[in-house]
């Protein structure tokens, strides 16, 4: 099934249930030939994962996730809640048919068409290959495309280079107006619009 298949948001300008859905539902979108991304269940929460949570080369710039210890349970937990929530889906990256990261579209306005974007690839043999890049630029795609949201947001802490990076290789835009700081570091705004984003060009957001 394409994207372009998909209904755009509802006539009343309200959340369009089926397309979001049918995501929640585990339709997987393919990455390439090799990887896709679904949404993801607590029965795809492995040791790979939670271990991965805990490295600290993956978490340095996760605030939430390196101030706990991860566990099973932990995980578990943030996977259902993700699950069950309207505003919010994780989709697991997988390559190879094994889960190697996240990514996940949350805090999902539907009225204002906008959402929050964040990533994780928690399986460091597979960084620097494009996987990240490509993970955003398809669920960016998805967002804008298929779920109709206008504006989506993502937060960096500046001296995340590889994250800004990819967000700026999908497509994303640094927003300066928009950035703020904490004892941590800045945190620094990127943003993807429909207006600035190239939707659904290139047909390899076919849903597998
Ligand atoms: C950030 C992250 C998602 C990047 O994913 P990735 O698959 O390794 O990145 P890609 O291979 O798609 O690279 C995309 C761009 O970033 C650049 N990049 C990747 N790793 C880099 C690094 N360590 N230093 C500098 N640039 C880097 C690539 O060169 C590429 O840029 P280009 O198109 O200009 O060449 C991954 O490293 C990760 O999950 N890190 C831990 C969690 C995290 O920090 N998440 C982000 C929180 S905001």
Redesign the pocket.
């Known amino acids: 099934m394409l994207l372009d298949q998909f209904s755009p948001l509802a006539a009343d300008g309200n959340t369009p249930a089926l397309t979001f859905a049918a995501l929640k539902g585990g339709a997987p979108i393919a990455l390439d030939d090799h990887a896709y991304l679904r949404a993801l269940t607590v029965e795809d929460v492995g040791d790979s994962y939670v271990n991965g949570m805990n490295d600290p080369?993956?978490?340095?710039?996760?605030t939430s996730v390196r101030q706990n210890r991860q566990t099973w349970q932990s995980v578990a937990d943030y996977v259902a809640a993700n699950m069950e929530s309207e505003a919010d889906i994780l989709f697991g990256i997988f390559v190879h048919n094994q889960l190697r990261?996240t990514v996940r579209l949350h805090a999902i306005e539907w009225a204002r068409g906008s959402a929050h974007v964040?990533?994780?690839?928690?399986d460091k043999s597979?960084?620097?290959?494009?996987?990240?890049?490509?993970?955003l630029a398809v669920l960016s795609d998805v967002a804008i495309g298929a779920l109709g949201l206008m504006r989506l947001m993502?937060?960096?802490?500046r001296n995340?280079?590889?994250?800004r990076?990819?967000f700026?290789?999908a497509g994303f835009v640094h927003e300066p107006a928009s950035d703020s700081s904490d004892s941590y570091d800045v945190c620094e705004i990127y943003v993807l619009t429909a207006n600035n984003s190239a939707v659904l060009t290139t047909g390899r957001n076919e849903i597998v």
Do not use: K
């Not at 080369?57 to 996760?62: G, L, T």
């Not at 964040?118 to 928690?122: E, M, N, P, Q, V």
């Not at 620097?128 to 993970?135: C, E, F, I, L, Y």
């Open positions: 080369e993956v978490h340095r710039f996760m990261g964040g990533i994780s690839l928690f597979i960084w620097n290959q494009g996987w990240g890049r490509r993970a993502a937060g960096i802490y995340n280079t590889s994250s990076r990819t700026l290789a």
